[in-house]
């Protein structure tokens, strides 16, 4: 089973831009759907963004439509998150996830495997 593991997080100004990467530890995961999720201090788990198995279907959040962009590269086993524009309000943790063998789905609950999560703070 894959195993996830996000990195790229930190504090930025408002208008900045970050990266996040996820890196995968499995031999699946050309096979798996990506999604990124965040989550704010006192807040819901929301859904960011969703990336087919191919690379070639995204799905966004009306919040972040373009300002984000989600990637993947199947040679390295990791998908990106390119947050560009951002502000105060997209501070929260971050975490990506998989699901095996479904289209791209903006329910938490329908995925597979979660990775621990990176902090993204944006200051004002």
């Known amino acids: 089973q894959e195993q996830l593991a996000e990195s790229g997080g930190g504090l930025v100004q408002a208008g900045g831009s970050l990266r996040l990467s996820c890196a995968a530890s499995?031999?699946?995961?050309?096979?798996?759907?990506m999604g990124w999720f965040r989550q704010a201090p006192g807040k819901e788990r929301e859904f960011v963004a969703g990336l087919s198995r191919s690379g070639g279907g995204t799905y966004y959040a009306d919040s972040v439509k373009g300002r984000f962009t989600i990637s993947r590269d199947n040679a390295k086993n990791t998908v990106y998150l390119q947050m560009n524009s951002l502000k105060p309000e997209d501070t929260a943790v971050y975490y990506c996830a998989a699901v095996l063998g479904r289209a791209i789905t903006t329910m938490g609950d329908e995925y597979d495997i979660w990775g621990q999560g990176t902090q993204v703070t944006v200051s004002s």
């Open positions: 499995g031999r699946a995961f050309r096979s798996y759907t």
